[in-house]
């Protein structure tokens, strides 16, 4: 099992940058795929953008080319660097796991609030 908790949520501007960290501790970091989530007033929780074992990642379209996802194994902590925020990019933003070849997350941190003001 592992756990999961994030920090780095805030308020910015429309335009600004926030880095979110989501820091793991129990069973082997190295071992689990992980993603970033996020869930906005009123709206489904969807995937945001993911990152495998061996580094592959995942973004949503919507955010390709402003968001980055990184993981750093020696630190057993998840990244998600986010650029160029957008009013829309509001959300509660969750961390997952999930350990291959299982394709469900299975593992989910409380959240971080990210507020983009216009």
């Known amino acids: 099992q592992v756990q999961l908790v994030e920090s780095g949520g805030g308020l910015v501007q429309s335009g600004g940058s926030l880095r979110l960290s989501c820091a793991a501790t129990?069973?082997?970091?190295?071992?689990?795929?992980m993603g970033w989530f996020r869930q906005g007033p009123g709206k489904e929780r969807e995937l945001v953008a993911a990152i495998s074992t061996d580094g592959t990642t995942f973004y949503k379209d919507s955010v390709k080319g402003r968001f980055t996802i990184s993981r750093d194994n020696t630190k057993n902590t998840l990244y998600l660097q986010m650029n160029s925020l957008k009013p829309e990019d509001t959300a509660v933003y969750l961390c997952?796991?999930?350990?291959?070849?299982?394709?469900?997350?299975?593992?989910w941190g409380r959240g971080t609030q990210v507020t983009v003001s216009s």
């Open positions: 997952a796991a999930r350990n291959p070849p299982r394709l469900r997350y299975e593992y």
């Open positions: 129990g069973r082997t970091f190295t071992s689990y795929a």
